[in-house]
C-alpha cells in the first residue's frame, strides 16, 4: 500500500511563510509528477504546482513568483515553499504524485494525501 503523508501547515499572518513536504512511503517503482493542489471552503479543488520527473515545475498563476515546488527523488519527498502569503492563500493543501508500484504497471496511478491546513490571516 502506498500512502501520502503532508505536513507543515498552520497559521501564519499575511505576508508570512510556512513550508509544505510530502512524503511516500509503500512500495514504489517509479514517479512521475508531483503537485500540490489546495481547496478552500465552498470552492473547488484547484492545482497550485507541478513538478516533474525532470525537475520542470509548472504554476498557477496566482501563486507564480511566491511558491517554489521542489521534489527529492531519493527520499520520495515533494516540497512547497511558500513566500509572501495572502489571505486568498488560505485552504487544505494536498499533495497527488502520479506513480507506478511496479515495473509492469502500464501506467500510473494516482494517489493523494489526505491534505494539511494552511490559514492565512490579514
Known amino acids: 500500500q502506498v500512502q501520502l503523508m503532508e505536513s507543515g501547515g498552520g497559521l501564519v499572518q499575511a505576508g508570512g511563510s510556512l513550508s509544505l513536504s510530502c512524503a511516500a512511503s509503500g512500495s514504489i517503482f517509479s514517479i512521475s509528477t508531483m503537485n500540490w493542489y489546495r481547496q478552500a471552503p465552498e470552492k473547488q479543488r484547484e492545482l497550485v504546482a507541478t513538478?516533474?520527473?525532470?525537475?520542470?515545475?509548472v504554476y498557477a498563476d496566482s501563486v507564480k513568483g511566491r511558491f517554489t515546488i521542489s521534489r527529492d527523488n531519493a527520499k520520495i519527498t515533494v516540497y512547497l515553499q511558500m513566500n509572501i502569503l495572502k489571505p486568498e492563500d488560505t485552504a487544505d493543501y494536498y499533495c497527488?504524485?502520479?506513480?507506478?508500484?511496479?515495473?509492469?504497471?502500464?501506467?500510473?496511478?494516482?494517489?493523494w494525501g489526505r491534505g494539511t491546513q494552511v490559514t492565512v490571516s490579514s
Open positions: 497527488h504524485m502520479l506513480l507506478r508500484r511496479w515495473v509492469w504497471d502500464a501506467k500510473g496511478y494516482d494517489y
Open positions: 513538478i516533474a520527473s525532470g525537475g520542470g515545475t
